[in-house]
């Protein structure tokens, strides 16, 4: 059970990173040498290790949760 909390808290720090950054490049638009939107704001305030970072965690914690609810011994 203490992996399954670890794996879901893992899960929802990423997943909180990625909103985050997700609502924040709503909320500022950028254009950045001609590319706009998510990859334009990404680019811009140098954010795209944090979404890589995010994403990693999320994966990290749903794998960690599959592994300790499917094949627990």
Same mark, same amino acid.
């Given at each position: 059970?203490?992996?399954?909390?670890? +794996?879901?808290?893992?899960?929802? &720090?990423?997943?909180?990173?990625?909103?985050?950054?997700?609502?924040? &490049?709503? =909320?500022?638009?950028?254009? =950045?040498?001609?590319?706009? +939107?998510?990859?334009?704001?990404?680019?811009?305030?140098?954010?795209?290790?944090?979404?890589?970072? &995010?994403?990693?965690?999320?994966?990290?914690?749903?794998?960690?949760?599959?592994?300790?609810? =499917?094949?627990?011994?």
């Amino acid at each position: 059970m203490k992996r399954m909390f670890f +794996g879901g808290m893992l899960f929802i &720090s990423g997943f909180i990173g990625i909103l985050l950054l997700g609502i924040l &490049s709503v =909320y500022n638009p950028v254009i =950045y040498n001609g590319i706009g +939107g998510f990859q334009g704001f990404l680019l811009d305030t140098d954010t795209t290790f944090l979404l890589v970072f &995010s994403c990693i965690l999320c994966a990290a914690g749903f794998i960690i949760c599959l592994i300790d609810a =499917y094949f627990k011994k």
